[in-house]
């Protein structure tokens, strides 16, 4: 039994007749008949009574109607959901941020995204830079939020610019150093620094490196943390201050005072990380939600 048997029955079941069911099919009266034959042959039972001027489904041939349409409609409806997955329409995309960078940008991408894509489902990985790298590269996700990791470990991958961040220094409200609108590197690396766990994040400390190189003297870290939540705390608690992109200001709220460096540092770029070669149609839709965010 093929699904033409079945839509042949469904046509001549509908019509009532096998002249209009071949017209309605783009097919010969003939070829129907034969395919009906056929199907009643297969099954054993007869699903029409036929007269010489009608024809009207059995009992065996109406119950047969049902359990056909419900094929061809299951059958309709796996073709469409394979070329919605092919086209990106459904699906999951597999998509790595860091929470600190993304915080204004990620919220507003997914939106924008899911308002477009409804059928993809979106799968988020809170991932260090040095882990989004080896996921990405591993396949294990489509594609990461997060800062440039430089040329050196860009092999195989694009990376596609979103947004930017003006630097700021991160200090709790009660510090005297938070009534100023800026501060001078050199005099900020007197202060205790709070930072993000070397081993996961060496981009940051290479950064460090290179701010503090022209004020002639580094900042001691006092502190590592494997996150921005737990940096913050640190931070609001008084234990030092921290260098932090100005969108953090969403996450942390008056627990902190963002101030300025004087003078002012690059912007922090972030960017869209994925593998060279076709990305496939809902990854480059996210990647372009992402820029309409940033």
């Given at each position: 039994?093929?699904?033409?048997?079945?839509?042949?029955?469904?046509?001549?079941?509908?019509?009532?007749?096998?002249?209009?069911?071949?017209?309605?099919?783009?097919v010969?009266?003939?070829?129907?008949?034969?395919?009906?034959?056929?199907?009643?042959?297969?099954?054993?039972?007869?699903?029409?009574?036929?007269?010489?001027?009608?024809?009207?489904?059995?009992?065996?041939?109406?119950?047969?109607?049902?359990?056909?349409?419900?094929?061809?409609?299951?059958?309709?409806?796996?073709?469409?959901?394979?070329?919605?997955?092919?086209?990106?329409?459904?699906?999951?995309?597999?998509?790595?941020?860091?929470?600190?960078?993304?915080?204004?940008?990620?919220?507003?991408?997914?939106r924008?995204?899911?308002?477009?894509?409804?059928?993809?489902?979106?799968?988020?990985?809170?991932?260090?830079?040095?882990?989004?790298?080896?996921?990405?590269?591993?396949?294990?996700?489509?594609?990461?939020?997060?800062?440039?990791?430089?040329?050196?470990?860009?092999?195989?991958?694009?990376?596609?610019?979103?947004?930017?961040?003006?630097?700021?220094?991160?200090?709790?409200?009660?510090?005297?150093?938070?009534?100023?609108?800026?501060?001078?590197?050199?005099r900020?690396?007197?202060?205790?620094?709070?930072?993000?766990?070397?081993?996961?994040?060496?981009?940051?400390?290479?950064?460090?490196?290179?701010?503090?190189?022209?004020?002639?003297?580094?900042?001691?870290?006092?502190?590592?943390?494997?996150?921005?939540?737990?940096?913050?705390?640190?931070?609001?608690?008084?234990?030092?201050?921290?260098?932090?992109?100005s969108?953090?200001?969403?996450?942390a709220?008056?627990r902190?005072?963002?101030?300025?460096?004087?003078?002012?540092?690059?912007?922090?770029?972030?960017?869209?990380?994925?593998?060279?070669?076709?990305?496939?149609?809902?990854?480059?839709?996210?990647?372009?939600?992402?820029?309409?965010?940033?």
């Open positions: 039994m093929e699904l033409r048997h079945l839509r042949y029955f469904t046509a001549v079941a509908e019509e009532q007749n096998v002249t209009r069911a071949a017209e309605r099919l783009h010969s009266q003939p070829a129907v008949s034969r395919q009906i034959r056929d199907l009643e042959d297969e099954l054993g039972v007869p699903l029409f009574e036929r007269t010489a001027k009608s024809l009207r489904l059995t009992d065996a041939g109406q119950a047969f109607l049902t359990e056909a349409r419900a094929v061809l409609q299951r059958t309709e409806e796996a073709i469409k959901a394979v070329r919605a997955v092919s086209a990106g329409a459904r699906g999951e995309i597999r998509v790595a941020y860091a929470p600190s960078l993304t915080i204004e940008l990620l919220p507003q991408a997914l924008a995204f899911q308002s477009d894509w409804p059928g993809v489902r979106v799968l988020l990985h809170d991932l260090s830079t040095e882990e989004m790298l080896a996921q990405i590269r591993a396949g294990k996700v489509d594609l990461a939020l997060g800062v440039h990791p430089g040329k050196s470990q860009m092999k195989g991958l694009l990376f596609q610019r979103l947004a930017s961040y003006p630097i700021c220094v991160a200090l709790p409200p009660s510090h005297p150093l938070a009534r100023r609108r800026a501060v001078t590197r050199a900020i690396a007197e202060e205790p620094m709070i930072g993000y766990a070397r081993e996961a994040y060496p981009e940051y400390y290479d950064g460090i490196e290179t701010l503090f190189t022209s004020a002639g003297r580094q900042p001691r870290i006092a502190e590592e943390h494997d996150g921005v939540t737990s940096l913050i705390a640190a931070v609001e608690a008084g234990r030092g201050f921290a260098l932090v992109p969108c953090i200001k969403c996450l709220g008056p902190l005072k963002l101030i300025g460096l004087e003078p002012p540092a690059p912007k922090i770029v972030v960017g869209a990380l994925r593998r060279e070669g076709r990305a496939g149609a809902a990854v480059e839709r996210f990647i372009a939600a992402s820029a309409m965010a940033g």
